[in-house]
């Protein structure tokens, strides 16, 4: 049973376009949300993270924003350039057991 | 402050063989986790050591086992190695446990398992 629903599986997104990636998540007991990106041959590295008592978190370019009622979360973003290129995973975890549970990922290329 | 390793970087081993995987954690962490990220998935928890004592584990046979050391480097020992081990193997290091956990885990760059 996936605890977390990652899509799309892939993206290519134009140079300076806007790429969306969207999780949702079953588990009510979920209270962080973050989101890893990962190059080949690399381990994944934290990204951008947010709970649920906000409904949106922006970093440079990077934005979370997250919908506690439909319990879905979205990475957005903006300006898209080809280093963005990478594997980015959402993950939720809970405050009980504290570790994560990852989405099955979203490969992105960006064309410059 | 030196980030989390891993070695090997890349391994191949026969089924029905036995393998050890280490990771040094980043300075200051005193837990180690470890996943397993097969070929487009995500990674998914096996384990995770604190204080030299397993605190959690996935859902994993037992086949999988693992040891933190008092330097709080650890080891993945997975035994009667199977084709489906293949696998990614993902050490990730943080501070504390549970509720005095930090939120952020540091991941290694992995150790490639291919088993034929």
């Known amino acids: ?112 | 402050e030196t980030g989390v390793t891993q070695s090997p970087t890349h391994l191949i081993k026969t089924r029905g063989q036995q393998v050890t995987l280490r990771c040094s954690s980043q300075s200051g962490h005193n837990t180690v986790s470890w996943y397993q990220q097969a070929l487009g998935q995500g990674p998914q928890f096996i384990f995770q050591y604190y204080r030299e004592e397993e605190n959690g584990r996935g859902n994993f046979p037992p086949r999988f086992s693992g040891l933190q050391f008092p330097n709080y480097s650890s080891e993945l020992n997975v035994n009667a190695l199977e084709l489906d081990d293949s696998a990614l193997y993902l050490c990730a290091s943080s501070k504390g446990v549970g509720s005095l956990s930090t939120d952020t885990q540091y991941f290694g760059p992995g150790t490639r398992l291919t088993v034929l």
């Open chain 1, 1 to 112: 049973q996936q605890q977390v629903k990652q899509s799309p599986q892939s993206l290519i997104v134009q140079k300076g376009g806007i790429s969306i990636i969207n999780c949702a998540y079953e588990n009510t007991a979920f209270d962080y949300f973050p989101w890893y990106q990962q190059f080949p041959g690399k381990g994944p590295a934290l990204l951008i993270a947010i709970r649920p008592d906000v409904s949106e978190k922006k970093e440079g370019r990077f934005t979370i924003s997250f919908n506690k009622s439909a319990k879905q979360f979205s990475l957005h973003i903006m300006d898209s350039q080809p280093g963005d290129s990478a594997t980015y995973f959402c993950a939720a975890r809970s405050g009980g057991s504290y570790i994560p549970t990852f989405g099955r990922g979203t490969s992105l290329i960006v064309h410059p």
